[in-house]
């Protein structure tokens, strides 16, 4: 099962996923583009909310893509999970210093120009350190937990740093970094803007790089593409937009909300189906750590977990249990006439047919070892253990295996029968012992026949007070 995404090819459906995603940005951008300058209702907790929730989407992406890069040691995911974080820290900042949200001019003594240049900051810092990452693809994964921790968090430490850096030397240069706004809340003459053109031909470039070199054949590069392209468009409606609260600004920060989200969503849809496919393959290992490999019956370590609860929870309930001990007759001939294999079938087709003439759902059948199998009915008398042990005796006789002489008698089982009420002291090994040396007199009698034995009695107790008797 694959623990990763790194290898995760994207299936039909998540792809025509992702170019929906895609295609319904792009023309929602086209249609916005006309009405860009148009001037919106101005919704001042907008900001706020948008900005902590990228904030927040961005930095628990960051933290899913660590947890793939602690899982695989593959330097993709830690690239990645450093563009998050460097994005993360820029929104706050922007956030912080952005006019009208915690103060007119913002924060940290923010300029007019400040959250546009943390926002330029933002924009091309996770375009080139996405780009960045592509060049890690293909590097061997780092081996050695620890090594990996040093690695990763030196990286993500650095990414953080980088990001608090640039942020703080925009607000520290506010008055030596070129002026971008005419004024508070327009910035018409950005578009013309070298710094902003440059940010989108960054953005353009990273989305154009990535499809390129990933042919988004998996998982997280078609999703990844969408977050590009979502960035891309971010920036190309704040280049038409024009001023802060315009059609083409509300509809940039739905194109950034977008860019946040999109490897997000496919992070946590992979995580819980992981989740999903793990407790399957949990279940499915379960049950195949308590099944025979031949028969298909349980094994006998099942049996040995489990026979000692019945035998408990009858003494318990005061009911009695009954054990059989099913041997296959003159096997040894068998093997040796037909060969091990057919030898093997034989095994196989007496177990089904053990198994299917139980009925009630605490019954089971396991093989107790070589060609010998033990069955165990909770809540069953002496006389019902010996109606339900000569009625499996018929079933096998009733499928007429050849046997191991041509034109000989078919194959045939012997059972040992042993039921009882307990005393809490008796051990479970008793009524085993009791079944067995049942089997050996069966065996000794001829053999194709049941035999019972008294298994331990209690001192004085009715008997049997819940027994159910088989059909
Ligand atoms: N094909 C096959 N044979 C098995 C398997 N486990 C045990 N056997 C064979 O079962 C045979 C058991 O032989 P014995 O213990 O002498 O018993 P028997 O020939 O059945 O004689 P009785 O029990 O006295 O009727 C041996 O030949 C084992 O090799 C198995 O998984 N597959």
């Known amino acids: 099962m694959q623990a990763t995404l790194i290898q995760l090819s994207a299936t039909k459906t998540q792809r025509a996923a992702a170019v929906i995603a895609a295609a319904v940005m792009l023309c929602g951008a086209v249609l ?27 930095g ?31 929104v706050v900042f922007h956030l912080l210093v952005y006019p009208g949200v915690f103060s007119a001019n913002g924060l940290l003594g923010a300029g007019r120009q400040t959250s546009i240049w943390i926002w330029l900051i933002w924009r091309a810092g ?33 990414s953080i740093g980088l990001s608090i850096a640039l942020c703080s030397a925009a607000v ?49 590069d078609v999703w990844l593409a969408v977050a590009l392209l979502a ?39 992979e995580t819980s189906r992981t989740y999903q496919r793990l407790a399957d393959a949990h ?10 490999g031949l028969t298909g019956v349980f094994n006998r370590a099942y049996f040995d977990e489990r026979y000692p609860r019945e035998f408990m929870l009858a003494i318990k309930a005061d009911y009695p249990l009954a054990v059989l001990l099913v041997d296959v007759d ?35 059948v396991a093989r107790y070892g070589g060609e010998e199998f033990v069955v165990v009915l909770p809540s069953c008398d002496p006389a019902a253990g010996m109606v339900m042990a000569e009625r499996l005796r018929q079933a096998i006789a009733d499928m007429a295996l ?43 009698h001829g053999r194709n026949r049941v035999e019972d034995e008294p298994g331990p009695q209690p001192t004085a107790a009715a008997y049997p007070r819940h027994a159910m008797s088989h059909p």
């Not at 002026?179 to 470039?205: E, K, N, Q, R, W």
């Not at 279940?283 to 025979?292: H, I, K, Y």
């Not at 040894?332 to 091990?340: P, T």
Request: net charge positive; glycine share 6%.
């Open 330 to 364: 003159h096997f040894k001939d068998y093997n040796d006439a037909l060969g091990h294999l057919a030898g093997d079938e034989c095994l196989r087709r007496i177990a089904h047919t053990l198994s299917a003439s139980l009925s009630r759902p605490n019954d089971f």
């Open 32 to 58: 916005v583009w006309p009405h860009a300058r148009a001037q919106g209702v101005v919704v001042q907790p907008f900001m706020p909310i948008f900005a902590t929730s990228v904030a927040i989407a961005e």
């Open 231 to 269: 960035g891309f468009i971010d920036v190309a409606l704040t280049l038409g937009a024009g001023a802060r609260y315009s059609v083409g600004w509300y509809a940039a920060r739905i194109a950034a909300m977008v860019s946040a989200n999109a490897v997000l969503g496919m992070l946590m849809s």
């Open 402 to 444: 050849p046997g191991p002489v041509t034109g000989g008698p078919c194959v045939t089982v012997s059972i040992g029968h042993a039921s009882s009420r307990f005393h809490a002291e008796a051990p479970p090994a008793t009524l085993l012992a009791a079944a067995d040396s049942a089997l050996y007199k069966a065996k000794a």
């Open 126 to 158: 996770y375009a080139l350190l996405a780009a960045l990452a592509l060049a890690l693809k293909a590097r061997p994964p780092i081996e050695g937990r620890t090594k990996r921790r040093i690695r990763g968090s030196l990286m993500i430490a650095g």
């Open 172 to 220: 520290a240069g506010r008055n030596l970094l070129p002026d971008l706004v005419s004024t508070a809340s327009a910035y018409h003459h950005l578009s013309a803007h070298p710094a902003l053109l440059t940010v989108a031909a960054i953005c353009f470039a990273s989305f154009c790089a990535h499809v390129l070199v990933t042919r988004l054949r998996t998982l997280v």
């Open 283 to 292: 279940r499915a290992l379960q049950e195949l750590s308590v099944r025979d």
């Open 60 to 90: 628990l992406t960051g933290f899913l893509l660590w947890t793939q890069f602690r899982a695989s040691g593959r330097l993709i995911f830690v690239a990645l999970a450093c563009a998050y974080a460097f994005t993360s820290v820029a």
